[in-house]
């Protein structure tokens, strides 16, 4: 029978080498990474929506910030909610059809782009 009070660990590979494990970095989000990822084409409503949620990766950005970095400054926030709706469902199906590790998170009068863990 193992005594499991004298069992020692077993060493891992980088051990006898005498290494550390490189320590795995993570890629800086940015707009250009996050529209080729998507496959967004430039100048697209898309591509604009996805772009200003990249730069505010992570956190909520209000809906009408996104209304008017997609559509303009001048644009109605009321006339333009379905409108935005049907381009946040282009990055919905986006991630699915390529398996991305993001999430679209809709909140109240607000909309983040989210890393997956």
């Known amino acids: 029978m193992i005594d499991l ?6 060493p891992s590979d980088l051990d006898f080498i005498g290494l550390d494990p490189v320590p795995v970095k993570k890629a800086k989000v940015t707009p250009t990474l996050i ?10 409503h898309r591509y604009d929506a996805l772009a200003c949620l990249a730069r505010n990766f992570g956190k909520p950005v209000s809906r009408a910030k996104l ?5 303009g400054a001048d644009a109605d926030e009321k006339a333009f909610i379905g409108a935005l709706g049907m381009c946040l469902e282009g990055a919905r199906k986006s ?3 390529f398996g991305l590790p993001y999430r679209v998170v809709k909140e ?3 909309i983040a782009l989210v890393a997956v863990n």
Not at 5 to 10: C, D
Not at 35 to 44: I, L, P, Q, S
Not at 67 to 71: D, G, M, N, P, R
């Open 35 to 44: 529209t080729e990822t998507f496959k967004a084409r430039k100048g697209t």
């Open 108 to 110: 109240n009068a607000t």
């Open 67 to 71: 209304i008017a970095a997609v559509y």
């Open 5 to 10: 009070n004298n069992v020692e660990t077993i």
């Open 95 to 97: 991630i699915v059809k």
